[in-house]
């Protein structure tokens, strides 16, 4: 399975926002950053057969944005797992009930991203910065199952 792990894009700042941490929003300027990227990724050709976001609305807006480019908006899906405490565990839950999707990107957060990124490769440290997007190419959704093919950051995206 070829996984596609993004991180959301820049989002109002906690200090300013003084709502629901999971209704905050992406700022005016991360949004259109995801836009330049989520067309970047339809010009590299990029193909995922599944979209899966973390409910929050950051997140959401995010994915939102890169399946609407990628002409994936039907196959969006939101799933609490991605919020809060996404670890290689939950990832397997996620792949197992997707099966046989060759390609699917998941949407989320720090440090959750990165952390899960590591132990599929088996160990380092690698950061996924605001509208980074890493391809990890798995073997089985488990620790040291996955190799890294790559790690773009968003200016290698279009957007930085």
């Given amino acids: 399975m070829r996984l596609y792990v993004l991180r959301h894009g820049k989002a109002v700042s906690r200090a300013d926002w003084t709502a629901d941490d999971g209704e905050r929003p992406l700022t005016p300027a991360g949004e259109a950053a995801v836009r330049l990227e989520a067309r970047t990724l339809r010009d590299m050709g990029l193909t995922v057969e599944l979209i899966v976001t973390s409910p929050l609305a950051r997140a959401r807006r995010t994915a939102e944005l890169v399946a609407d480019e990628l002409g994936m908006r039907g196959r969006l899906h939101v799933d609490q797992r991605l919020a809060h405490g996404f670890d290689v ?72």
């Fill in 89 to 160: 565990r939950r990832l397997a839950e996620l792949t197992a009930e997707h099966t046989p999707a060759a390609a699917m990107m998941i949407v989320g957060h720090e440090p959750d991203l990165s952390v899960v990124v590591a132990d599929l490769i088996g160990g380092g440290a690698l950061v996924m910065k605001k509208g980074g997007l890493a391809r990890v190419d798995l073997d089985a959704p488990r620790p040291g199952g996955g190799e890294l093919v790559w790690l773009l950051t968003p200016p290698l995206l279009g957007s930085g």
